[in-house]
């Protein structure tokens, strides 16, 4: 079987980013709606820490992306 491209990896994390993002779009609308209907409560913080772990993935993938677009090698 043939290896991944530096091409292929950087589509892949690009496509990852892209799913994350959208994820976190989510999130935000849902923890918004719970913050304005119930006020700040535990579960409107777990939907906000969602929403902060989704917005680091998507940087992340991001980041990967771009190095892999560059031909660097990919971290461990």
Do not use: H, K, Y
Not at 7 to 28: C, E, K, N, P
Not at 46 to 61: N, V
């Amino acid at each position: 079987m043939a290896e991944f491209t530096n091409r292929d990896r950087a589509v892949g994390q690009w496509v990852l980013a892209t799913l994350f993002a959208i994820a976190a779009i989510a999130a935000a609308a849902w923890s918004w709606r719970l913050i304005r209907a119930e006020g700040f409560t535990v579960r409107s913080a777990i939907w906000l820490l969602a929403l902060l772990g989704f917005i680091s993935l998507a940087w992340r993938s991001a980041r990967a992306a771009s190095l892999a677009g560059r031909g660097a090698p990919p971290r461990p």
